[in-house]
């Protein structure tokens, strides 16, 4: 089974997604997803460039070899753009190799160790009416399990609320708060850390007196905090009984997580923007978070996020996979397979696609009652029709950014 065609396919359909087809001489066909938000052609040129030309003639079973081989021999390693580029090529020859057999891809990853994926979505509101509006209609779709994010008072507009601005730029394209934003220059978003350690426990407390102690409820710090004030929030929101708090302090320092972790017993997730085991291992090791926020998209694909969750079983610690829409359908179904065969999955994120999106990536999984599940057809159960595909071309789009009140700039 040799790869004799490799075709990198860009397309918006209601946001960027960069897809990779390999095509084998007997005529399978693999998918993988590039995707990185906001720097999505860096990966096109990556793939196009470099590693498609050593894609060519080569063994399509061969997916370890493969995937050392391209981590090893660029001698530049690791990074979200070549980790994606990986991770595309490692999911396609999966795609590939679970046709080849005849099933679907859970099937080779070990078979299912459950009968579905506990999902959960984002609900948010620039106040509590909205907020509480927001987890009706997520709890009536099914949601079983909730992320809040609300506005803060004296910020105008901040990270998991779909600002009035994001919203006219996506010509009225509501992407559930997925937040790049197409056709303009990076939106400015303000901050205010101390605003919103005040804020976010009387939100917290809100939600629980109305909709009371079962559901299992989440909250991102998107990488806002120092570690002294991440501890502070932990310890102020253990009475509302957090499913988990996410990337509360930027992602380049593990060590941070020890002193939150000293502080609080709210479970720590982390990890969207981690590419590889290695960016893992100190945390893992020391215990100092509950569950792995990466998707099979920005991790080196299956092969090396499955490295990951293995290592983190060990330690009891879960996947809770990243999957908002910047994420696409090939990239949810890779994590879909992954979730359902690993024996410590814990959640997977899960925002619905909008209808063009879901017109280009044709797909098999089922999500009744807040749970997922990839189906049963070989493979990874997508397929991407070209023509649709070709619809859309490429939007330049950006992500926002920070700045504090007196004009710095902050983490987003
Ligand atoms: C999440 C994430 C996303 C990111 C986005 C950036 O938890 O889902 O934080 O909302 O901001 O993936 O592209
Ligand atoms: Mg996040």
Redesign the pocket.
């Known amino acids: 089974m040799i790869i004799d065609r490799a075709e990198v396919i860009v397309t918006s359909p209601d946001r960027n997604f960069v897809t990779l087809k390999l095509t084998t001489d007997d005529g399978l066909t693999g998918l993988g997803d590039a995707t990185l938000n906001g720097r999505e052609l860096a990966v096109v040129a990556y793939l196009s460039e470099h590693v498609v030309p050593l894609l060519i003639g080569k063994d399509a079973h061969r997916i370890e070899d493969m995937w050392q081989f391209l981590y090893r021999s660029a001698y530049w390693r690791r990074g979200p753009v070549t980790m994606a580029a990986i991770a595309a090529v490692d999911v396609a020859l999966w795609d590939i190799k679970a046709k080849a057999a005849g099933m679907p891809l859970y099937q080779l990853l070990g078979g299912a160790s459950r009968t579905g994926l506990l999902t959960y979505g984002h609900a948010s509101g620039k106040d509590l009416p909205e907020l509480f509006d927001s987890i009706r209609s997520h709890l009536s779709q099914g949601y079983k399990a909730i992320r809040v994010q609300t506005g803060v008072p004296g910020l105008k507009s901040i990270y998991g609320i779909a600002s009035n601005a994001t919203f006219e730029a996506n010509k009225g394209v509501r992407y559930d708060h997925e937040p790049a934003q197409r056709g303009a220059l990076p939106n400015e978003e303000d901050w205010d850390t101390r605003s919103y350690l005040r804020h976010v426990p009387t939100v917290f407390e809100a939600v629980r007196n109305e909709f009371g102690p079962e559901i299992p409820l989440l909250h991102?710090g998107?990488h806002r905090m120092t570690p002294i004030q991440a501890a502070a929030l932990g310890k102020s929101l253990e009475p509302y009984d957090l499913f988990w708090l996410?990337?509360v302090t930027p992602a380049e320092n593990p060590e941070a997580l020890r002193l939150v972790r000293q502080h609080t017993t709210t479970p720590l997730a982390i990890g969207?923007i981690f590419n590889t085991v290695w960016d893992y291992q100190q945390i893992i090791r020391e215990q100092l978070i509950d569950y792995v926020?990466s998707a099979v998209t920005h991790t080196g694909g299956i092969s090396h996020l499955k490295k990951v969750l293995e290592y983190a079983a060990q330690y009891q610690i879960k996947s809770g996979m990243?999957g908002p829409t910047d994420i696409s359908p090939v990239g949810m179904a890779a994590a879909m397979h992954l979730g359902l065969s690993i024996h410590n999955f814990g959640i997977q994120e899960y925002m619905k696609h909008g209808a063009k999106t879901d017109a280009v990536f044709q797909q098999s999984f089922t999500w009744n009652d807040g749970m997922l599940h990839p189906g049963d057809k070989p493979g990874l159960g997508v397929t991407l029709d070209a023509d649709e595909a070709g619809k859309y071309p490429y939007e330049k789009a950006y992500l926002p950014y920070n700045r504090l009140a007196d004009g710095t700039v902050h983490d987003w």
Do not use: M, Q, T, V
């Open positions: 991102d998107h996410e990337d969207e926020r990243h």
